[in-house]
């Protein structure tokens, strides 16, 4: 089907080399993913973005319990004093903050606080929880949505409402703290490497960039098509800053009282947003195949002798069924009021990995067509072994889309030596990169780039070889390196 073909019936998309901006909007419509609701900034998940959400919560969920970690869940609304006893969090949050004052057609004796992070209601949760370092430590995670009031929304990236996970675990000593935070780090890096396929760099957040009330935050700072960074997760040290705040205080084994040490950690549907720009094209969504919501769908191709079609539907469903078995998400589209032609382009838009062409000459030679998504290559094949071909096929794709994000932001990644080169870098019209530089600046110097480049500091990666040189900011010797990079 030609390409003005597609666009007649609805189906085309503006270049992302074009109008990125639009791509993406076009893209998540069409794909049927979300669409905004009447309220500013929040967004309907239509049943397709929602099977992807599902299929990224059941690999984190089990990822979260085989790490020892329970779900729990904690109330919505948390009162505003809550919020105020941690000096640097309400800070953080206010300028995001949903507030409710009047309930029940009443004036409420104290304002209540849409859930923005759940920090504070489980701390004051965890206080009545812990007495004993025998009840520690706790390790819970919750599902949930949060409201953070957003001034420049774009769907799955920036929305008012959105849903997410959040961890929040109590220990008895730091170091225990300190593994965990970055036990989680490991988890959300292992999720975006072999299921997301993102290649994500790992590192520790500056002082400025860092979660409000944490002592350290790391995270996982993917680069997107548009060599744009996009934090994928975060893993929060907390310190005792919250628990002495709330009192979480347990006896030791020495019948001393001790603050407990903790952690918060998460990720959300930003993650979608992160999938659509890291592998997307100008056909629409491409799916890493361990998460799409299907990760093949058929395609018959019956004609119209009414004997012909009804033998490929019969051949098309038994193949359906192998697949099924096997443990594949499959689609069987037996729709007959549109062409295959048109479906081949729907299907496309929406990243199945996988299209399977099955017609009656296909069926008579015991073969089929299978299209791959992620580089437009089809083959005849035998319908001998199909099922284990595809699972085959799956997991070529899978690792193929890892290695491709991996190249690219590895040679869209430069070393750069002078302030002046930085600007240089930065200046062009399109994005450049990552740009990995000798940092020791503080939050004043990070803000002059931030209003002069539009860059921020999205990290100091934790697996960059040690290797003197001179801040940019400074001038100061150092052997600490940050990637800066324009971001979402």
């Given at each position: 089907m030609s390409k003005d073909k597609v666009?007649?019936?609805?189906?085309?998309?503006?270049?992302?080399s074009e109008d990125s901006a639009k791509w993406y909007n076009e893209v998540v419509h069409k794909a049927e993913?979300?669409?905004?609701?009447?309220?500013?900034?929040?967004?309907?998940?239509?049943?397709?973005?929602?099977?992807?959400?599902?299929?990224?919560?059941k690999v984190l969920d089990k990822m979260f319990k085989d790490t020892g970690h329970q779900n729990a869940y904690f109330p919505m609304f948390i009162p505003m004093s809550f919020l105020q006893k941690e000096a640097d969090h309400v800070e953080g949050f206010s300028p995001e903050l949903a507030v409710v004052t009047h309930a029940g057609g009443k004036e409420l004796e104290e304002a209540l606080v849409v859930r923005p992070t759940s920090e504070t209601i489980i701390n004051d949760t965890y206080a009545k929880w812990v007495k004993s370092y025998r009840d520690l430590p706790i390790l819970i995670n919750q599902w949930a949505n949060v409201v953070?009031?957003?001034?420049?929304?774009?769907?799955?990236?920036?929305?008012?409402?959105?849903?997410?996970?959040?961890?929040?675990?109590?220990?008895?000593?730091?170091?225990?703290?300190?593994?965990?935070?970055?036990?989680?780090?490991?988890?959300?890096?292992?999720?975006?490497?072999?299921?997301?396929?993102?290649?994500?760099v790992p590192g520790e957040k500056s002082a400025s960039e860092r979660f409000a009330g944490a002592v350290q935050t790391f995270s996982i700072e993917a680069m997107m098509k548009d060599k744009k960074a996009l934090q994928a997760g975060?893993?929060?040290?907390?310190?005792?800053?919250?628990?002495?705040?709330?009192?979480?205080?347990?006896q030791n084994s020495e019948n001393q009282l001790e603050f407990a040490?903790?952690?918060?950690?998460?990720?959300?549907?930003?993650?979608?947003?992160?999938?659509?720009?890291?592998?997307?094209?100008?056909?629409?969504?491409?799916?890493?195949?361990?998460?799409?919501?299907?990760?093949?769908v058929i395609i018959p191709i019956g004609g119209k002798d009414a004997d012909k079609k009804t033998i490929v539907m019969q051949k098309a469903e038994q193949i359906c069924q192998e697949l099924n078995h096997k443990g594949i998400r499959v689609k069987f589209d037996t729709r007959d009021n549109v062409s295959p032609g048109f479906k081949?382009?729907?299907?496309?838009?929406?990243?199945?990995?996988?299209?399977?062409e099955l017609g009656p000459r296909d069926v008579e030679n015991n073969s089929a067509i299978l299209a791959r998504r992620d580089i437009f290559e089809k083959n005849t094949v035998s319908l001998d072994g199909i099922s284990e071909r595809i699972a085959g096929m799956l997991d070529e794709i899978q690792i193929s889309m890892f290695e491709r994000a991996k190249s690219f932001r590895q040679e869209h990644t430069q070393e750069i030596n002078s302030l002046g080169e930085l600007k240089e870098y930065f200046s062009a019209e399109t994005v450049p990169g990552?740009?990995?530089?000798?940092?020791?600046?503080?939050?004043?110097?990070?803000?002059?780039?931030?209003?002069?480049?539009?860059?921020?500091?999205r990290c100091f990666p934790l697996e960059v070889e040690e290797k003197e040189g001179t801040c940019l900011a400074t001038g100061k010797k150092t052997t600490k390196r940050a990637i800066f990079a324009k971001a979402y």
């Open positions: 666009k007649d019936k609805g189906l085309g998309v503006t270049p992302m993913l979300a669409e905004h609701s009447p309220v500013r900034g929040s967004m309907v998940i239509k049943p397709y973005g929602y099977a992807l959400w599902e299929n990224i919560q953070r009031w957003e001034m420049r929304p774009r769907l799955f990236l920036r929305t008012t409402e959105f849903l997410w996970q959040e961890g929040h675990t109590a220990h008895a000593t730091k170091d225990e703290a300190i593994e965990e935070t970055m036990r989680m780090l490991g988890v959300y890096r292992d999720f975006s490497d072999n299921y997301a396929a993102f290649a994500p975060t893993s929060h040290f907390l310190g005792q800053n919250f628990s002495k705040v709330f009192g979480i205080q347990f040490w903790q952690t918060s950690w998460g990720v959300s549907t930003r993650l979608i947003g992160g999938i659509i720009l890291s592998h997307g094209d100008d056909k629409g969504l491409v799916l890493p195949p361990r998460l799409a919501p299907y990760q093949v081949y382009n729907e299907w496309e838009m929406k990243g199945v990995p996988v299209r399977l990552f740009a990995l530089i000798h940092w020791d600046g503080d939050h004043h110097d990070e803000t002059k780039l931030k209003e002069e480049l539009k860059i921020t500091n």
